[in-house]
Nanobody, 118 residues
Framework: QVQLVESGGGLVQAGGSLRLSCAAS????????MGWFRQAPGKEREFVAT????????NYANSVKGRFTISRDNAKNTVYLQMNSLKPEDTAVYYC???????????WGQGTQVTVSS
């Protein structure tokens, strides 16, 4: 079992930045693939960024590429999402998730709200 707790959301103006954190706990959580997903009001949850356990394989959604950066500190069992040049369309609840093998993300945090005002 892996437990995930997100933090760092908030209200920011367009063009601003936020950094989300996801603290992981549980057995061998540093060996898991980690990802960030988001869900905007009235829309389905969508992929934002993922990273494998070592940090060597990273994927981004086209909508955030060049603006968002995923990183992890395995010593602290924490994953980050640095979000720059934020746009109103980035407004959503952001979720951290973990996957043992990178296919199905089975463990989810409670989510943190990010609101970008125009």
């Amino acid at each position: 079992q892996v437990q995930l707790v997100e933090s760092g959301g908030g209200l920011v103006q367009a063009g601003g930045s936020l950094r989300l954190s996801c603290a992981a706990s549980g057995r061998a959580s540093s060996n898991y693939h980690m990802g960030w997903f988001r869900q905007a009001p009235g829309k389905e949850r969508e992929f934002v960024a993922t990273m494998n356990w070592s940090g060597a394989v990273i994927n981004y959604a086209n909508s955030v590429k060049g603006r968002f950066t995923i990183s992890r500190d395995n010593a602290k069992n924490t994953v980050y999402l640095q979000m720059n040049s934020l746009k109103p369309e980035d407004t959503a609840v952001y979720y951290c998730a973990a996957s043992r093998f990178g296919s199905n993300y089975n463990y989810w945090g409670q989510g943190t709200q990010v609101t970008v005002s125009s």
